[in-house]
Every structure is written in C-alpha cells, then in structure tokens.
C-alpha cells in the first residue's frame, strides 16, 4: 500500500496538466496526524495520499473531494511490541471564499472509513466523521498550494484524530464548450423578381445610424451608440476579461489603441471608463475587480498619451449585467469594461 501510495504522487504530479477551466482537481499530499491519548498509539505519526476533485457549478458547494490517506510506514502501540499501518478512505463537499486573485479560504465536511491492518486496544475498522479549513494559494501555471486542518471523530467510540495536510492542486480535463445550435435553413420560395426602383443612395460614411447629412460626429467609432445628431452617448471597448483578472489580453490591445486615437483626435472630449464583473464572487469583491478593470484600461491609454485629466474610472462591480449570470456564455459578456464620452 505504501509504495502504491508514493507510485500515485509521482504519477499525477507528471501526467496531469493546468487548465483555467476545468472539470476536475487532482491533490497528491502529505500529511501529519495527532492522535487523540487514549488511542495507546504514537501521538504523531506521517501519511501520505492523494485526493480527486470534481468541480461543480451553479451549486451552493464549489467541490466534492475523494481521497486516501495511508500511513508512512507502521505506527507503534503505546507499552507493546505491536503496530499497525492505517488507511483511510474520505469524501467531503469543499466550500471555497476567495480573499484575492490568487487566494481563499476555504472549508469542508464529510465523512469516510479508517482501516486499521492490526486491531488492537479499541482502535477498530469502522466509520468517521470529519470537517476542517484551509488555505489555497493559485501559482501561475493554475496549479495550487493547498494546507488544511482536519478534525476526525469516530462513530463506534468518540475517538479524536487531528489530520493536517499540505498538498499540490492540479487541475485537468477542460471542459467542453457547447455545441453550436444548428438550426434548418427554410428552403426557398421561388418568385418572380420585381422590377427594381433605384433610390437615392443615402451616405453613412462611419456606419452609425445617421446619414451625413445630419451626422455633427462623422467619424465616431465603430461599435458606439450615438444620440440623433451621430454623437457618442456610450461606447462599447469590446474588451472581456477570464475570470477573476483584471489584465487585458493582447486580442483587444488595438480597441484600446483605437479609443486612444479618438480621444487624442478630439481634445474637448473626456471619457469615463466603466468596469463590470458577472455575480461569481462576493459583492465587496467584485466591486474591488470591476475597480481594477477600470483602471487597466486607464494605464493602457496613458501610454498612447491621452491626458490622464481626461480620463475618470469607475467600478460597478455585478450590478450592471448586459447578459443573464446563469450560462458561461452571459457571464462571460458580462466580464467587461465600457466607456461613457462627453464633452
């Protein structure tokens, strides 16, 4: 048992990759145990095992964890030339809170089986109950540094272990984007084509919705919404962040490049940039991310010289959904940061 245990570790640690989005969460971990004085066992004692993580969405839990823990080596019975390895087997429900971009909280509960090889002084096979909390640290590459402290109860008798851990949290197996809805074309209705009318061509040089001839703002932006005389009112960046960061990816540098462009062409002009995050996360948090969005977008057109006087930042957190928060795809949408224009 103790060699397929370290044969466990050294497998999932190699043959499992990160993924930012993912289905499931591998955890090989050593660990310590205290035990409780009238086990007439070692008071402390090594293990070592490996959990699996299936991550899980829109629940009231963040996970479900299955796991084992096996001892490192045998363990001595107190005033006896007797030992015993020890095995145990967990399931528990995980409830994480994050304090940060790259740490939380997190606590669980569960319940599980020890199996002891010897049998010896009361300390028998049978059932236990356990919960704990921890700390979880995310690295760069979307693996985390995972350490928890359990609290083991047995049901046949009270007795009392103390489990704390340290672990690796690799994540694998990303998961599928749905598939597109493939909808039946009509098929076509032969008739014969009217005699053509030509009209008047009607000029809208920057495609806003306003001809020309009325347009007082001829070269507004792709992508804004105008008042009646071709004015922004609001302008949509087109920029969406993944979840939980603030960093604008390379894909929307030349939006940002291009609102710069405007501002610089215009001088009169000041912008207010609006940050926005989907419900995932506390009230206070997003309010802080939605906050740091805004102002990734203000550092980002300081350095195509827009005058920072110019340039206001405000956060709204999750209170100004465009999409529902209940799919991917919407809270997706939502991840974003807009910019209103006046003069």
């Known amino acids: 048992m103790k060699k397929l ?63 084992i823990l096996r ?41 599980g089986v020890e199996v002891y090889d010897n049998e010896q002084f ?17 690295l760069d590459n979307d693996m985390a540094i995972k350490t928890d402290v359990r609290h083991l109860v047995s049901f046949d008798n009270g007795n009392n272990n103390l489990i704390y851990t340290v672990g690796l949290a690799i994540p694998f197996g990303k998961k599928a984007a749905p598939a597109p ?32 001839s009325l347009d007082q703002c001829p070269d507004t932006m792709r992508g804004a919404n105008v008042d009646k005389v071709g ?30 462009e405007f501002l610089n062409k215009h001088p009169k002009l000041k912008a207010t940039i609006e940050g926005h995050t989907d419900y995932t996360g506390t009230k206070k948090y997003n309010l802080w991310l939605s906050k740091r969005r805004a102002n990734s977008a203000f550092e980002a057109l300081k350095k195509y010289d827009v005058d920072p006087a110019r340039l206001k930042t405000i956060g709204y957190g999750e209170t100004r959904p465009i999409a529902t928060n ?3 795809e919407g809270r997706a ?11």
């Open 231 to 260: 004015c922004i009112k609001m302008l949509d960046l087109e920029v969406h962040f993944p979840i939980d960061s603030s960093i604008i990816d390379e894909k929307y540098k030349h939006r940002i490049k291009e609102f710069a």
């Open 181 to 212: 809805e493939v909808k039946e074309e009509p098929k076509p209705v032969v008739m014969e084509e009217p005699k053509k009318v030509e009209e008047p061509k009607v000029l809208d040089s920057d495609n806003d919705g306003v001809i020309d």
């Open 326 to 328: 209940k799919t991917k």
């Open 333 to 343: 949408k939502n991840r974003r940061i807009e910019a209103t224009v006046s003069k």
């Open 122 to 138: 009361g300390n028998e096979t049978g059932p236990f109950a356990n919960y704990g909390f921890g700390y979880k640290y995310k």
């Open 71 to 111: 001892t490192l080596g045998d363990v001595d019975y107190k005033n006896s030339n007797q030992e015993t390895g020890i095995t145990r087997v967990f399931t528990n429900v995980i409830k994480e809170y994050k304090l940060n971009e790259k740490s939380s909280l997190y606590a669980l509960a569960g319940l």
């Open 5 to 67: 245990l370290l044969t466990s570790l050294i497998c999932s640690s190699v043959l499992f990759a990160a993924n930012s989005e993912y289905k499931y969460e591998v955890t090989p971990m050593l660990s310590g145990a205290v035990t409780e004085g009238n086990l007439d066992l070692d008071r402390n004692y090594a293990n070592a095992g490996v959990s699996l993580g299936f991550n899980l969405d829109d629940s009231m839990f963040d996970q479900i964890e299955l796991g």
